[in-house]
């Protein structure tokens, strides 16, 4: 049955490469939420479990069945409530890892939902270099996940730049778009905001897009920082909600059937489009 309302809980994080202490994290957020018996789904940023601030830190390859999933599966059923880690590391068939979406719902076993498809090789000035695909395996394919009547389309931070991706979910009619990211400040400040309003107005979508904000500090003391600003749009491009510059937070948005409809209706767009 269609929920005509469905709430989601937002929840911005300042990870580290500490992985007991990320948990410890998204457990004292999920504990932040009222009345989180009514909320629907609760999305975290890209490397919520894992973020790799020094190149000299081993990456860790969790699998479903590990203790750390375990626990938020265990978090999941007490709360009665679906949990969407925006991205870990995950273990591959082929050895490699996976900058992965893992999708956590009560009284089902968890699942990778999607893999990261671009990713992130750059050196932008103001910010270290970064190659995320000498550590991860590409993603493949989009991916859609039906969930109480709402159709919710996966990416992950980069994927953003890639109308592509978000097109294929337009012509699938998604009602809402989970982007969890972790983006640098300096392409945060000229991008993040512009691109997220960008991909809600052009597919007539919600989209949610929890992220990382703040000083990262690593075990072995460096420093990565974040910009943060969690965002969640309307599909009119209305900004429901920013969740500011740093620091962990949480909050809950009503995503409404109603307000979907009323979009498709002022500008019916699917009904226009002219390119394959």
Same mark, same amino acid.
């Given at each position: 049955?269609?929920?005509?309302?469905?709430?989601?809980?937002?929840?911005?994080?300042?990870?580290?490469? $500490?992985?007991?202490?990320?948990?410890?994290?998204?457990?004292?957020?999920?504990?932040?939420?009222?009345?989180?018996?009514?909320?629907? *789904?609760?999305?975290?940023? $890209?490397?919520?479990?894992?973020?790799?601030?020094?190149?000299?830190?081993d990456i860790p390859s969790l699998t479903v069945e590990d203790a750390q999933i375990?626990?938020?599966?265990?978090?999941?059923?007490?709360?009665?409530?679906?949990?969407?880690?925006?991205?870990?590391?995950? *273990? $591959?068939?082929?050895?490699?890892?996976?900058?992965?979406?893992?999708?956590?719902?009560?009284?089902?076993?968890?699942?990778?939902?999607?893999?990261?498809?671009?990713?992130?090789?750059?050196?932008?000035?103001?910010?270290?270099?970064?190659?995320?695909?000498?550590?991860?395996e590409h993603g493949r394919e989009p991916k859609i996940i039906e969930f109480k009547g709402w159709r919710l389309g996966l990416s992950i931070c980069y994927d953003l730049r890639f109308a592509e991706l978000y097109l294929n979910y337009a012509k699938a009619k998604v009602d809402a778009i989970l982007i969890p990211s972790a983006f640098l400040v300096p392409t945060g400040e000229?991008?993040?905001?512009?691109?997220?309003?960008?991909?809600a107005i052009e597919s007539q979508a919600y989209v949610i897009a929890p992220a990382q904000g703040g000083e990262h500090l690593s075990s072995r003391g460096e420093v990565r920082r974040t910009y943060g600003h969690s965002l969640a749009i309307d599909p009119w491009g209305v900004v429901?909600?920013?969740?500011?510059?740093?620091?962990?937070?949480?909050?809950?948005?009503? *995503?409404?059937?109603?307000? *979907?409809?009323?979009v498709r209706s002022q500008i019916p767009q699917s009904n226009h489009r002219r390119l394959p």
């Open positions: 049955m269609t929920k005509e309302t469905l709430k989601v809980a937002v929840a911005q994080m300042t990870s580290t490469d $500490e992985v007991a202490k990320n948990l410890e994290q998204m457990a004292q957020l999920v504990g932040q939420i009222q009345d989180i018996d009514l909320v629907d *789904l609760i999305v975290f940023p $890209e490397n919520a479990l894992f973020f790799r601030i020094s190149k000299k830190g375990r626990l938020l599966k265990e978090m999941s059923d007490r709360h009665q409530v679906t949990i969407l880690v925006g991205s870990a590391p995950m *273990l $591959e068939k082929s050895g490699r890892v996976s900058n992965a979406s893992v999708w956590i719902e009560p009284g089902q076993t968890p699942q990778v939902v999607y893999r990261k498809i671009h990713l992130f090789d750059v050196d932008v000035a103001g910010a270290s270099p970064v190659r995320e695909s000498d550590s991860f000229a991008h993040w905001h512009v691109l997220t309003r960008a991909r429901l909600g920013d969740l500011g510059p740093a620091g962990p937070r949480v909050q809950v948005f009503d *995503l409404e059937r109603a307000r *979907l409809n009323w």
